[in-house]
Each structure stands twice: as C-alpha cells, then as structure tokens.
C-alpha cells in the first residue's frame, strides 16, 4: 500500500509542477511562526460547535485514531492503515484502502463492513442524498483509473471512465447529489462532474491553474479545492460546465505539506506539520476566514515513531445528526 501511496503523493507534485525542476525535491518551506505553540493553547470555545459526543478519525500509514471533539483527547488507535477517510449524515465513517473500504461505525474501532473493490480505494465521499458511496479507483499496472459508485449498502456499483481526466484524485458530492472529480491530463489539473441522474462525466472549465491541487470536498456552498504543497483552499463556484474562483482560504502557521482534509460546522481540519516535515498533526481553523489555526491536535505516536497522517474526518452520534 505504500508504495502505491507515495507513488500518486508523488505524481500529484510532478503533474503540478510548472517547471522541469519541479520533480527535482521540495522547495524551501514556509517559515512557521515561532508562537505557534500557542496556538495549541487558545480556549476551545474559538472552535466552532459541533453536536456532542463528535469524534474525530484520522487515518494514516502506520495506523488510525480516533480522538475526541474538541479536546483531541486519544480515545482509540485502530491497527489499520487507509489512504483518505470520509463519513456521512448518519455517522459512518470510510477508510480507503488497497481493494476495499471499510465502513466504521460511529465511535467503532472494528469495522462494521467491508466493501471489496478491484483496486486501490483512493478517496471517498457520500451523496447526501442517497446515501450511496463514490471512490476513486486505481492501481499501478494492468488496470486504469475509474470512478466507482456503491449503491444500496454496496449490492450494486456503478463504474465510470473519466474521460477528460488522464490521473484521478478526489471525489465530491455537492448539496444536490452531482458528484465531482479532479486530476490531472499531462501536467493541466482539470475537473469533472457526473451531473445528477446522468451517466458520464463531463469536463469542468477552470480559467486558472492551481498549482499542486489535490483534495476536492463540498463546503455547503462551494467546492473547495485544497493543494497539498504551500496549503491554502480554492473556492470554486460550480454553473454548468464552467468553474469561477470565488474566494481564496489562507491557512497561516501551517507546514509546507498536507493531506485530505475535512470541512463542515464552519471549521476546517487540515493534517499537516511544521516546515517539511509529512503531515503529523491536525491544524483545526475557522472556515472561510482561515487565518491562524484555533486548535492543533498531536499523539499520532506509534511503536515511539510519529505516523503519518494521510486523512482525516469528523464523525457525530445518529442522533444528532438531521436525515
């Protein structure tokens, strides 16, 4: 699984390059304040609220954790590694791993079920309305990239060809059910959209190159793009087949890297690190004003190592939680 993970980390850095050095390494980080310990320290009632008894999955690859919302207080370590993580209305959680995804449910560290899929389960989302689960497919040889849709508990899927896209990355579902993918063709970061009811993608125009574009998630208005190097989130408006950049989330005191992040209840939570190091730590800040992060979450220890963060997500109680 890791060699697959560190091969798609490293083409999302190679295809976004603009330069032919920019495969060559990392560039100089960002410095990171020198106060930003005392960030960690600010009152947890600058985090926006959440429904109690919310948790927090964050999986990564040596192993995954659950903490507790918003204390970041280390419930549980899950002896199971996964690329992404994302959950939906009900409080189910789904981890993204080598030929399946594994559904968890609220406050679970065992997985409820499994759902085999004939690859590498890359990234996930949730339709809000249906329920049905979206992840993208892939694997390193004698197979190509897909987008694969499980219906009705996962009895049925649906798989598509992107064919605007050479590389997936990221899925998304918006508010209305349209599901959304990006990659890359060549070195071009593009968009594409399954259009609700409808039965093949159709390229998304984007005026402007985001360099380093990876994760894509909806925010409840927009579709927010985050970029894994020098992290910071696009805000994409979506008509039609056209895409327009309607506000821009600055994320100060951060590293130079990130992974799959999580959106929702008016905060977003990004896994990243000081200067270069892989994403170690969660960065929590409000959402859209960005700015200095309000909380930061650390403990990812295992076997006296820090593990990697490759995902991360926030799962509340059923509920709480509105159909």
């Given at each position: 699984m890791r060699i697959s993970s560190f091969l798609r980390r490293a083409f999302c850095l190679c295809a976004a390059a603009t330069v032919p050095a920019g495969c060559g390494g990392w560039q100089t980080p960002r410095v990171v304040p020198a106060a930003q310990a005392s960030y960690a320290q600010r009152p947890f009632e600058q985090l926006p609220t959440a429904p109690k008894g919310t948790l927090i999955y964050a999986v990564g690859d040596e192993s995954s954790f659950v903490f507790t919302f918003p204390r970041g207080k280390l419930l549980h370590e899950i002896a199971t590694t996964a690329y992404s993580a994302c959950s939906d209305r009900l409080g189910n959680v789904f981890m993204t791993q080598v030929g399946s995804i594994?559904?968890?449910?609220?406050?679970?560290?065992?997985?409820?079920?499994?759902?085999?899929?004939a690859g590498s389960a890359y990234s996930c989302s949730v339709n809000p309305?249906?329920?049905?689960?979206a992840t993208v497919v892939f694997c390193i040889r004698v197979?190509?990239?897909e987008l694969v849709v499980l219906r009705d508990q996962g009895r049925h899927r649906d798989r598509y060809q992107v064919a605007p896209l050479g590389t997936l990355l990221y899925c998304a579902y918006d508010n209305k059910g349209d599901l959304f993918v990006d990659g890359y063709n060549g070195t071009q970061f593009g968009l594409a959209e399954l259009p609700k009811g409808a039965h093949r993608f159709v390229a998304v125009s984007l005026k402007k190159h985001i360099k380093y574009a990876a994760q894509i998630q909806w925010d409840g208005e927009d579709l927010a793009i985050e970029t894994r190097v020098n992290p910071e989130i696009y805000r994409v408006a979506i008509s039609g087949s056209q895409g327009r950049i309607v506000g821009h989330?600055?994320?100060?005191?951060?590293?130079?890297?990130?992974s799959q992040?999580?959106?929702?209840?008016?905060?977003?939570?990004?896994?990243?690190?000081?200067?270069?190091?892989?994403?170690?730590?969660?960065?929590?800040?409000?959402?859209?004003?960005?700015?200095?992060?309000?909380?930061?979450?650390?403990?990812f220890i295992r076997g006296g190592n820090h593990a990697m963060v490759d995902g991360v997500t926030l799962s509340s109680r059923p509920f709480n939680v509105s159909p």
């Amino acid at each position: 699984m890791r060699i697959s993970s560190f091969l798609r980390r490293a083409f999302c850095l190679c295809a976004a390059a603009t330069v032919p050095a920019g495969c060559g390494g990392w560039q100089t980080p960002r410095v990171v304040p020198a106060a930003q310990a005392s960030y960690a320290q600010r009152p947890f009632e600058q985090l926006p609220t959440a429904p109690k008894g919310t948790l927090i999955y964050a999986v990564g690859d040596e192993s995954s954790f659950v903490f507790t919302f918003p204390r970041g207080k280390l419930l549980h370590e899950i002896a199971t590694t996964a690329y992404s993580a994302c959950s939906d209305r009900l409080g189910n959680v789904f981890m993204t791993q080598v030929g399946s995804i594994a559904k968890y449910e609220h406050g679970a560290t065992t997985p409820v079920q499994t759902y085999k899929v004939a690859g590498s389960a890359y990234s996930c989302s949730v339709n809000p309305k249906t329920h049905d689960l979206a992840t993208v497919v892939f694997c390193i040889r004698v197979c190509g990239e897909e987008l694969v849709v499980l219906r009705d508990q996962g009895r049925h899927r649906d798989r598509y060809q992107v064919a605007p896209l050479g590389t997936l990355l990221y899925c998304a579902y918006d508010n209305k059910g349209d599901l959304f993918v990006d990659g890359y063709n060549g070195t071009q970061f593009g968009l594409a959209e399954l259009p609700k009811g409808a039965h093949r993608f159709v390229a998304v125009s984007l005026k402007k190159h985001i360099k380093y574009a990876a994760q894509i998630q909806w925010d409840g208005e927009d579709l927010a793009i985050e970029t894994r190097v020098n992290p910071e989130i696009y805000r994409v408006a979506i008509s039609g087949s056209q895409g327009r950049i309607v506000g821009h989330t600055r994320l100060e005191g951060i590293g130079y890297r990130a992974s799959q992040s999580w959106i929702g209840d008016g905060m977003i939570v990004v896994p990243s690190a000081p200067y270069s190091k892989r994403p170690m730590e969660l960065f929590f800040y409000n959402y859209p004003a960005g700015g200095q992060p309000v909380k930061i979450v650390t403990g990812f220890i295992r076997g006296g190592n820090h593990a990697m963060v490759d995902g991360v997500t926030l799962s509340s109680r059923p509920f709480n939680v509105s159909p």
